[in-house]
T-cell receptor, first 113, second 116 residues
Framework: ELKVEQNPLFLSMQEGKNYTIYCNYSTTSDRLYWYRQDPGKSLESLFVLLSNGAVKQEGRLMASLDTKARLSTLHITAAVHDLSATYFCAILDLVNRDDKIIFGKGTRLHILP | DGGITQSPKYLFRKEGQNVTLSCEQNLNHDAMYWYRQDPGQGLRLIYYSQIVNDFQKGDIAEGYSVSREKKESFPLTVTSAQKNPTAFYLC???????????????FGPGTRLTVT
């Protein structure tokens, strides 16, 4: 069974601190995605990672991909309250070749002022 | 502006009624998807379509139906057979994965359905 597991599922942290969200996946994939969802809103694309060793940064968020370990990380630097949201990672299912994206359960991030 | 629209934003229905959620895209994407999200949960795939007049069941298709008569449109009907239809419904579209290395799904704003 294809699985995408995020850790932790809930994170409460103080402003100014650093933290990392981990995303493990169970099958070969060459495309990994990070999305952000604000409460009551839709999903917003943050990063698309396409190759082993890929690193992308946007503001205080940095995402990386290790395809050999089947692991992606989303690192938050000096967190601010505006980053409070739920973050999803997802992979493209290459096994069934049907263009399906498999999502993790999401990490709910709450940043305390 | 290119994008995906879903309507309505909020929908209230009585139990036993069928209801159709609209999803339209003007991104010229071949593939379209419907997801269901329950409070505090991730996304679950209901149906998807990679080409006009063809669609496949996702993980939770029971109690739902779709059509894909036009490339731009992928309406979802929640039937009375769906036992617990209250949820947030998200539509997405994409190019086909083989067409682009940076394949990704773009999401509409969602429809929040409440059935009482």
């Amino acid at each position: 069974e294809l699985k995408v597991e995020q850790n932790p599922l809930f994170l409460s942290m103080q402003e100014g601190k650093n933290y990392t969200i981990y995303c493990n996946y169970s099958t070969t994939s060459d495309r990994l995605y990070w999305y952000r969802q604000d409460p009551g809103k839709s999903l917003e694309s943050l990063f698309v990672l396409l190759s082993n060793g890929a690193v992308k940064q946007e503001g205080r968020l940095m995402a990386s991909l290790d395809t050999k370990a089947r692991l992606s990380t989303l690192h938050i630097t000096a967190a601010v309250h505006d980053l409070s949201a739920t973050y999803f990672c997802a992979i493209l299912d290459l096994v069934n070749r049907d263009d399906k994206i498999i999502f993790g359960k999401g990490t709910r991030l709450h940043i305390l002022p | 502006d290119g994008g995906i629209t879903q309507s309505p934003k909020y929908l209230f229905r009585k139990e036993g009624q069928n209801v159709t959620l609209s999803c339209e895209q003007n991104l010229n994407h071949d593939a379209m998807y419907w997801y269901r999200q329950d409070p505090g949960q991730g996304l679950r795939l209901i149906y998807y379509s990679q080409i006009v007049n063809d669609f496949q069941k996702g993980d939770i298709a029971e109690g739902y139906s779709v059509s894909r008569e036009k490339k731009e449109s992928f309406p979802l009907t929640v039937t009375s057979a769906q036992k617990n239809p209250t949820a947030f419904y998200l539509c997405a579209s994409s190019r086909l994965a083989g067409q682009t290395k940076s394949y990704e799904q773009y999401f509409g704003p969602g429809t929040r359905l409440t059935v009482t």
